[in-house]
T-cell receptor
Framework: GAGVSQSPSNKVTEKGKDVELRCDPI?????LYWYRQRLGQGLEFLIY????????KSGLPSDRFSAERTGESVSTLTIQRTQQEDSAVYLC???????????FGDGTRLSIL | DQQVKQNSPSLSVQEGRISILNCDYT??????FLWYKKYPAEGPTFLIS?????DKNEDGRFTVFLNKSAKHLSLHIVPSQPGDSAVYFC???????????FGTGTRLQVTL
């Protein structure tokens, strides 16, 4: 498709399990971002990729969170030993460059039981 | 530390009238501002942006105004249409950063 694609769209898991979220950016977009949105709040920045390097990881909330990107394509966000406070919608965005508007996917709704 | 604030959680406007959504920021280093629109269960969609070197930017029914001295921006939608009913997020960035800092959103309801 032409837009940012995220999978799964919904994920329910038990506390303590690991989860992996996937993002396929718009083809040709070199910049990729992960955000999360907790209920009733704005989007919270997690990490930014330029190509396959991550010059800004300042938003990752703990060492349980990690992300990688292969080339200028797919990115995965991994949360280890999930906690209930990790419940949120995780949104991925991409852009031609860091100075261009970011285009968002529909997100993965993560629920930790 | 909320650097971008949208103090009105909701707004109701009649179809055909003007909708004005407001946003305040505290970080004077922000130099680029964006508005996004979000429908339920979808990702935010980019609407319009403005650089700090301008005080107004128009795109069709949407106009964004920036008042740097007041650290305030607003989005005007004229005329409002029922399809404009959504949550609107204000976002800002500094020239050296890539990340966007978002407000908490304003839910706009356009009534018939």
């Amino acid at each position: 498709g032409a837009g940012v694609s995220q999978s799964p769209s919904n994920k329910v898991t038990e506390k303590g399990k690991d989860v992996e979220l996937r993002c396929d950016p718009i083809s040709g977009h070199t910049a990729l971002y992960w955000y999360r949105q907790r209920l009733g709040q704005g989007l919270e920045f997690l990490i930014y990729f330029q190509g396959n390097s991550a010059p800004d990881k300042s938003g990752l909330p703990s060492d349980r969170f990690s992300a990688e990107r292969t080339g200028e394509s797919v990115s995965t966000l991994t949360i280890q030993r999930t906690q209930q406070e990790d419940s949120a919608v995780y949104l991925c965005a991409s852009s031609w460059s860091s100075n261009q508007p970011q285009h968002f996917g529909d997100g993965t709704r993560l629920s930790i039981l | 530390d909320q650097q971008v604030k949208q103090n009105s959680p909701s707004l109701s406007v009649q179809e055909g009238r003007i909708s004005i959504l407001n946003c305040d920021y505290t970080n004077s280093m922000f130099d680029y501002f964006l508005w996004y629109k979000k429908y339920p269960a979808e990702g935010p969609t980019f609407l319009i942006s403005i650089s700090s070197i301008k005080d107004k930017n128009e795109d069709g029914r949407f106009t964004v105004f920036l008042n740097k001295s007041a650290k305030h921006l607003s989005l005007h939608i004229v005329p409002s249409q029922p399809g404009d009913s959504a949550v609107y997020f204000c976002a800002a960035k500094t020239g050296t950063a890539s990340k966007l800092t978002f407000g908490t959103g304003t839910r706009l309801q356009v009534t018939l």
